[in-house]
């Protein structure tokens, strides 16, 4: 489980536009990892 703050940052890049592959290489997670919390969103 991640950290809240995490969780939002991903959220937040999703938002403003950035694919999980961005968001996994700028927050140093996995893109699975990245997919996963935004897919739960939707």
């Known amino acids: ?3 809240p703050e995490e969780i939002s940052a991903i959220l937040r ?3 403003l536009g ?3 592959k961005r968001i996994a ?3 140093g997670i996995s ?5 996963d919390y935004i ?3 939707s």
Do not use: P
């Not at 893109?31 to 997919?35: D, F, P």
């Open 31 to 35: 893109r699975n990892t990245a997919k």
């Open 39 to 41: 897919a739960a969103r």
């Open 18 to 20: 950035w694919d999980s």
């Open 1 to 3: 489980m991640r950290e």
């Open 13 to 15: 890049l999703n938002e």
């Open 25 to 27: 290489r700028e927050l």
